[in-house]
């Protein structure tokens, strides 16, 4: 990426998605070190705004190595200084630049669950401060070689791709999204005013209460780029059978052809062509692992592929996407759990959405 489009990608999430102000404490996490032109710029920007930005890095290599050589009692320990960030920062914003997105895809999947329902409290802490208005946050990539490896593209290509997606080939990216959350709040308002979600499709016909809950539109606040509207269900309430056709990624490894039954609520029968132990330990991790967080409508029309990356590929136009576990606050979900896993599917090869036996959604469009 060069200067200029370096530089409007810092300000839209610094002054849009995070409205970072003087006197916030800005914690900047950047995963990998292809990152840094947009970290230094970010970083810059806080500091113009008068905030008090701290950087964090990471690299890739070191979750392996703590998966691969914890002993139990490391995986279930929590730093004070984590805990100390999460409950103190005003904003956080995650840059993740990753040279190899496939370094966990070999790692013990039981301790990857064990370590998830240990940190899981900084999590809900993060989500609990983000919904009652304490915190913002936001995550974005940065183009590299091993994300533009997996979504079979170029680097230059996947540069491209990533620059469309977010609108940053506008003048004005922040108009664009502006008019996008206006359409979103659109159709969420007609939502809220509905109780019962039902999604027909491919070996799929899953019904879900949202009697009380909230959906939320999303278009650059927490996700960079973002084209999402979602809720989190009344939490006994998912009833049917649903099929994931694209592959779902979690922390590295890949399930394909997901199939999951639920009664009131639970997960009582899944299954996946491949991947299905990596499926088993995860949605065994803990005991809201097996219930829906999030039920969402994938809204962005720039990104029309899978990538292997969920945070483009859970806002493709067209798709829907169920999360299993942890639930939002900002929705009414009540559910716990370490898990929050996004499962993507396809829904413009027949599949539609009814709100209150209402038809709503059909071959990927709102017809409302």
């Keep these: ?31 990998g070190y292809d990152a840094q032109p947009l970290v230094k710029e970010i970083y810059k920007l806080c500091l113009q705004n008068g905030a008090n930005p701290i950087v964090r890095t990471s690299m890739d ?16 320990y929590i730093d004070e200084m984590s805990k100390i960030e999460v409950e103190k920062a005003d904003v956080m914003i995650f840059i993740g630049a990753p ?25 809900s802490k993060r989500l609990e401060r983000s919904a009652n208005g ?52 659109r159709i969420a308002d007609i939502l809220n005013k509905t109780s019962k979600i039902r999604i027909t499709g491919d070996k799929t016909d ?4 949202t009697q009380g809950r909230t959906w939320v539109p999303c278009s650059g606040n927490m996700n960079f780029p973002d084209g999402e509207i979602f809720t989190s269900p009344v939490e006994d309430s998912a009833n049917g059978e649903i099929y994931f056709d694209f592959p779902q990624n979690y922390h590295g490894s890949t399930s394909k052809e997901v199939y999951i039954k639920f009664e009131n609520g639970k997960a009582v029968e899944y299954r996946a062509e491949i991947g299905n132990e990596f499926l088993s ?14 039920v969402a409508i994938g809204t962005n029309v720039r990104i029309q592929d899978v990538t292997g990356n969920i945070l483009f590929d859970e806002k493709i136009g067209g798709s829907i996407h169920i999360a299993l576990g942890a639930s939002y606050p ?23 959405i009814y709100a209150d036996d209402k038809l709503i959604y059909e071959n990927g469009k709102f017809i409302i």
Aim: hydrophobic fraction near 35%; proline fraction near 2%; aromatic fraction near 10%.
């Design 1 to 31: 990426m060069y200067n200029p489009l370096i530089n409007k990608y810092a300000d839209v999430l610094v002054n849009y998605s995070t409205k970072v102000k003087k006197g916030d404490l800005v914690i900047i996490y950047a995963r």
């Design 206 to 209: 899953i019904t879900f209460s």
């Design 134 to 185: 304490q915190m913002r946050w936001v995550i974005a990539d940065y183009p590299t070689n091993a994300l533009a490896q997996e979504a079979s593209m170029s680097l230059e290509e996947y540069s491209e791709f990533l620059v469309n997606s977010c609108y940053l080939d506008l003048d004005n990216p922040v108009q664009k999204w502006t008019e996008i959350d206006e359409e979103q709040k």
């Design 330 to 352: 900002e929705a009414g979900g009540k559910n716990q759990s370490g898990l929050h896993w996004d499962m993507i599917k396809n829904m413009k090869n027949g599949g539609k």
């Design 99 to 123: 040279s190899n997105v496939k370094n966990m895809a070999n790692a013990d999947s039981e301790k990857i669950a064990k370590r998830s329902k240990a940190t899981h409290p900084i999590l």
């Design 61 to 76: 290599e070191l979750a392996e190595t703590f998966i691969k050589y914890a002993s139990d009692d490391q995986l279930q």
């Design 281 to 294: 330990n995860m949605l065994n991790m803990d005991e809201g692992s097996k219930f829906v967080g999030e």
